[in-house]
């Protein structure tokens, strides 16, 4: 299964992180840092000593590495209007024989309540179905409703619920997690 290198709407692009640069490091970073109390508690990376270097590191040995193998397709999210950074959307899992993924996503505080990811998720998967995938999915912690709710208005089917299977560390406590799909044939 072959992806763009880039995907574009009216208002948002996505563009494939190809380079490790320390600019594009640092832009990452700024909107991480803006954002890490609303992402702490969802995903693992997301410290308070997360530096620069650990961005430099994701881009050369996860963004970098996995699409040239196929094994995950990461884009950055940008404004269209004026270019600047909102986020992460990637798939993740990716089965080449079962032509299955798993899409996550973040956004920057400053980005948030425009619709963006929504619009992210609704454009991923139009180009993911082109290009061979048959069915994907969104796992969100059951206690987070903003990104379930990305699910719920890109027309993800909730396929149930995955008792205590993860710990967060955040929190202290085993969650839920939601299971989202859509498949091809759903378009």
């Not at 948002?12 to 803006?34: C, D, R």
Request: net charge positive; proline share 3%.
């Amino acid at each position: 299964m072959d992806m763009p290198q880039h995907i574009e709407d009216d208002d948002i692009i996505l563009e494939v992180p190809n380079v490790a640069s320390k600019k594009l490091a640092k832009e990452i970073h700024a909107a991480t840092m803006e954002t890490l109390e609303l992402l702490k508690p969802w995903l693992s990376w997301a410290r308070d000593d997360y530096l620069v270097e650990d961005v430099i590191k994701y881009l050369r040995k996860w963004c970098i590495a996995n699409w040239k193998e196929k094994k995950g397709f990461a884009y950055f999210i940008r404004d269209k209007k004026t270019g600047q950074f909102c986020g992460s959307i990637d798939i993740v899992r990716v089965d080449n024989k079962a032509k299955l993924g798993e899409i996550g996503y973040w956004l920057a505080k400053s980005a948030q309540g425009k619709g963006y990811m929504t619009k992210a998720v609704l454009l991923l998967e139009k180009v993911a179905f082109d290009n061979g995938f048959n069915r994907l999915e969104i796992r969100n912690a059951k206690q987070n409703p903003k990104s379930a709710n990305v699910a719920k208005r890109a027309g993800y089917h909730l396929d149930g619920v995955l008792r205590q299977d993860r710990w967060n560390p955040y929190y202290q406590i085993i969650t839920d997690t939601n299971v989202w799909s859509k498949l091809k044939s759903d378009k």
